[in-house]
C-alpha cells in the first residue's frame, strides 16, 4: 500500500475556491482503479505546543494498492483538468510519498 501526504498551500483568501474545486473531484478520484481513499483536511486548532497551524493549506491524505496506481491518477483526464483549473490559486505543493514500515 502506499500513502501520500500531499501538501497544498493556496494563495491568502482562496481556500474555500480551492475545497469546491476539489471536492467536487474526489467521486471522480474515488472511482478510481486502486483508490482507496482520498481525503481534504485543514488544519485544526488543538492547542498543542508541537502544532504548526497553516490557514491556507489543504493536506491531502491518499491511500493507493500501489505505486502504478498512484501514477495513473496522477495522468488520469479529470486530474489534470483539475490541475488547470486550480493552477492560479495555488502558491506551492509538495508531496510525501510512503510505504509501511
Known amino acids: 500500500m502506499i500513502h501520500v501526504i500531499a501538501t497544498l498551500h493556496v494563495k491568502e483568501g482562496y481556500l474555500p475556491e480551492f475545497l469546491k474545486h476539489f471536492k467536487a473531484n474526489v467521486p471522480n478520484v474515488l472511482a478510481e482503479d486502486g483508490c482507496i481513499e482520498y ?28 505505486l502504478p496506481a498512484l501514477k495513473a491518477h496522477l495522468e488520469a483526464p479529470h486530474m489534470l483538468a483539475f490541475r488547470e483549473q486550480v493552477k492560479d490559486l495555488l502558491e506551492s505543493a509538495s508531496l510525501k510519498i510512503l510505504e509501511n514500515a
Open 39 to 66: 481525503i481534504p483536511t485543514i488544519d485544526t486548532e488543538t492547542g498543542l505546543e508541537a502544532q504548526q497551524i497553516d490557514g491556507n493549506a489543504a493536506v491531502i491524505v491518499e491511500k493507493w494498492r500501489d
